[in-house]
């Protein structure tokens, strides 16, 4: 269940990203949206690890910072894989995306997952 929420969260972000940044990030539907967020959430699932370990010297020296490009990384190849139903212009602006998606998933958690989950 809370996979599924992760998901939909992520979804109405990449929305609420894709409103605000037009010039950045295209985002065809609601439905692309969900999509580009279980691809993620697959790639968060086998790429990532895989990619943190490999780098984990950089990670260690840039005090957790890079984890920022392994995010941003994740983000690009879900938009390879998305084709024309989800865009990224460039990869600064994927590791700009990786950045709001942390700190909006830190706050939304923070707000409102996290007081739920103490009834």
């Known amino acids: 269940m809370k996979w599924i929420v992760g998901i939909i969260i992520n979804a109405v972000i990449f929305i609420a990203l894709a409103g605000y940044f ?3 990030l295209f985002v065809e539907s609601f439905t692309s949206s969900i999509i580009a967020s279980f691809v ?3 790639l968060n699932i086998i ?3 895989i990619l943190v370990i490999l780098t984990l010297p950089v990670t260690f020296i840039t005090l957790g910072f890079f ?3 392994i ?6 190849i ?3 894989l998305m084709g024309d139903a989800f865009e990224i212009s460039s ?9 709001l998606m942390s700190l909006a998933n830190l706050i939304i958690n923070a707000a409102v997952i996290k007081p739920l ?3």
Not at 91 to 99: K, L, Q, T
């Open 71 to 76: 995010n941003a990384i994740t983000l690009v």
């Open 67 to 69: 984890l920022f490009v």
């Open 40 to 42: 993620l959430s697959i």
């Open 78 to 80: 879900t938009d390879s």
């Open 117 to 119: 989950q103490k009834r």
């Open 91 to 99: 990869f600064g602006f994927a590791i700009f995306v990786a950045i």
């Open 47 to 49: 790429v990532r690890p």
């Open 22 to 24: 037009t010039e950045g």
